[in-house]
């Protein structure tokens, strides 16, 4: 079967750093992404990986191991507003995203 | 944003009503998706259309259906509601990356 696992939630300290872990056993792969959700919205899209190695986009980074089917989402200088739950996502084979529970993160002053 | 609104936004209905869900894009896109979403669960395909009358069955498809016919619109349709069915839907279009981008979500309560 298809797996996608994520810790269910983890709690960081504003202004400090944070990674979260996604691992995956897919049939096939074809990129992996990363979404935010925040409470009661929609899931926004963060970062994409396809190839091994580290994607930075401002205060995230997503790192990706194809070999060891393994990602992290990295969160740098946390504010308040980043706290949400965060989405991980493998596209398969046949080109579908299968996603992980997610990952609430709650940010404390 | 790109362009995808989800109409009605919540809906409470009684088991055995039928309900339809509509999702409504502006960009032309080809590709959309229907979703689930659950505490506990990641979200889970329920159907996609790859073009205007072209569909395929997603990971739990049971009890529902859809329909496209036009790009703008795809529906999703439960023909006799349960209470299984309490969820929140959204709704998804593939840009020319191939990210997918979801619309607001619609809130269902069956009762």
């Known amino acids: 079967g298809q797996n996608i696992d994520q810790p269910t939630e983890m709690t960081a300290t504003e202004g400090a750093i944070v990674q979260i872990n996604c691992t995956y056993q897919?049939?096939?792969?074809?990129?992996l992404f990363w979404y935010q959700q925040h409470a009661g919205e929609a899931p926004t899209f963060l970062s994409y990986?396809?190839l091994d190695g580290l994607e930075e986009k401002g205060r995230f980074s997503s790192f990706l191991s194809r070999s060891k089917g393994y990602s992290y989402l990295l969160l740098k200088e946390l504010q308040m507003k980043d706290s949400a739950s965060y989405l991980c996502?493998?596209?398969?084979?046949?080109?579908?995203?299968?996603w992980g529970a997610g990952t609430k993160l709650i940010i404390k002053p | 944003d790109a362009g995808i609104t989800q109409s009605p936004r919540h809906k409470v209905t009684e088991t055995g009503t039928p309900v339809t869900l509509r999702c409504h894009q502006t960009?032309?896109?080809?590709?959309m998706y229907w979703y689930r979403q659950d505490p506990g669960h990641g979200l889970r395909l329920i159907h996609y259309?790859?073009?205007?009358?072209?569909?395929d069955k997603g990971e739990v498809s049971d009890g529902y259906s859809v329909s496209r016919s036009k790009t703008e619109d795809f529906l999703l349709t439960l023909e006799s509601a349960t209470s299984s069915q309490t969820s929140v839907y959204f709704c998804?279009?593939?840009?020319?990356?191939?990210?997918?981008?979801f619309g607001p979500g619609t809130r269902l309560l069956v009762l």
């Open positions: 998804a279009i593939i840009d020319l990356k191939e990210t997918q981008y």
């Open positions: 960009e032309n896109h080809r590709y």
């Open positions: 259309s790859y073009g205007v009358k072209d569909t």
């Open positions: 897919t049939s096939g792969f074809n990129g």
């Open positions: 990986n396809v």
């Open positions: 996502a493998v596209r398969d084979s046949n080109y579908q995203l299968i």
